[in-house]
């Protein structure tokens, strides 16, 4: 029978703590936000922990306190003996006889609509102060249908590890091609004898547009903003909207590499759709160099470029176009670069291609997470 219930009825916040600081010797798994973007909780060791924190046992839901665009979910369906959980985060727990539902209702919570739940309790002053409190995320109400609930948890729980399997591989993807480059440009003494060139030489690097030179305008094309935020998050339901009528060279399209210059230093393929480029971003291309040799030299220095914006006496540090030319690069011969990008390059392609099913899945999970919770779609 498809029920509506509150979570205070499913749900309960765990009270049970433990003060690391009187454990020095102990090693505990502590999940905190940092913990979740890497995918996995951080290890620290208890002396260096001041605060109580509660134990995260196995079955537990995360979910952040704070007041990120998009709330934190996190799942542990298996836990360490000394798993605790930093203040970011509400511990909850499925009450006796609700065990079985631990994916459908993790699932419930990772979806748009209790997200913006989250957003309509938050209290606090602006900023790092905005909290949720505990006690309100109670009040949510979840549809169960038993059967069909338990279904739809693993169906989501299969999406989601696909999704994970993707991301390992790439980052394993990544890992190979970071090798092959050290192992050929850094490490190889011969590298010392190519020509060498700045980073600015090798690639071109298209500075983005103040989209909001180019609004929305109802009954045409328009296009996501693709802002630093984006780069990180992703496209979401606060992502900015632009006019489609923006010159080509500034449209984003999957496969494309991105570099934001200012604030968070990131550099990535694009796999999201189509997008308006942002200023603050870089769209790095080439007509007379492989795409893996820019990508990988603009990695190489991106310590040095971090450093840099970090150096800078403002609010958000950036760097600036002679920063890219003080970057140098070594570039071998036309047949040697060919040989290497023989092996580096596919790899590139793989993690495209990667990149890709995890976007399609994503958008597949993300489209059919509402229609399976409300019980509009149903798992045979």
Excluded: C
């Amino acid at each position: 029978m498809i029920q509506k219930v509150l979570l205070r009825d499913i749900l309960e916040i765990s009270k049970t703590s433990v003060n690391p600081a009187k454990h020095p010797n102990t090693s505990f798994d502590v999940y905190s936000i940092p913990g979740y973007d890497a995918g996995h909780p951080e290890k620290q060791l208890g002396s260096e922990i001041k605060s109580t924190k509660f134990v995260v046992t196995a079955g537990s839901i995360l979910v952040s306190k704070l007041n990120p665009r998009i709330p934190r979910v996190w799942k542990v369906a298996k836990a360490s003996e000394n798993a605790i959980s930093s203040t970011e985060f509400v511990v909850l727990k499925l009450k006796k006889g609700y065990e079985e539902l631990f994916e459908y209702i993790y699932a419930a919570l990772s979806s748009n609509h209790f997200a913006t739940f989250l957003q309509s309790h938050v209290k606090g002053t602006s900023g790092s102060h905005q909290r949720v409190k505990p006690e309100d995320i109670y009040d949510y109400r979840v549809t169960i249908d038993p059967p069909n609930s338990v279904k739809v948890g693993d169906f989501i729980r299969n999406i989601d590890e696909k999704i994970e399997l993707n991301r390992q591989m790439n980052e394993t993807l990544e890992q190979m091609g970071q090798a092959l480059f050290r192992h050929y440009f850094i490490d190889n003494p011969e590298a010392g004898k190519w020509e060498e060139e700045s980073l600015d030489k090798i690639a071109d690097f298209l500075n983005g547009l103040a989209m909001q030179k180019y609004p929305k305008i109802d009954g045409e094309p328009t296009l996501p903003v693709i802002k630093i935020r984006e780069m990180s998050s992703g496209i979401t339901a606060n992502t900015d909207i632009a006019s489609a009528n923006i010159p080509e060279q500034y449209v984003v399209r999957n496969g494309d590499l991105l570099f934001s210059w200012s604030g968070t230093l990131l550099v990535k393929f694009w796999a999201e759709g189509d997008g308006a480029l942002n200023q603050h971003l870089f769209k790095v291309s080439s007509e007379n160099y492989p795409e893996w040799l820019y990508y990988y030299w603009t990695k190489h220095h991106l310590d040095y470029f971090i450093q840099t914006a970090k150096s800078k006496a403002t609010t958000m540090g950036h760097i600036q176009r002679k920063h890219l030319a003080q970057a140098r690069v070594r570039v071998p011969d036309t047949e040697l670069l060919e040989k290497i990008g023989n092996q580096i390059q596919p790899l590139i392609d793989m993690y495209k291609e990667k990149a890709q099913q995890i976007q399609t899945l994503t958008t597949l999970r993300d489209t059919l997470l509402p229609r399976l919770i409300n019980g509009k779609v149903k798992i045979p």
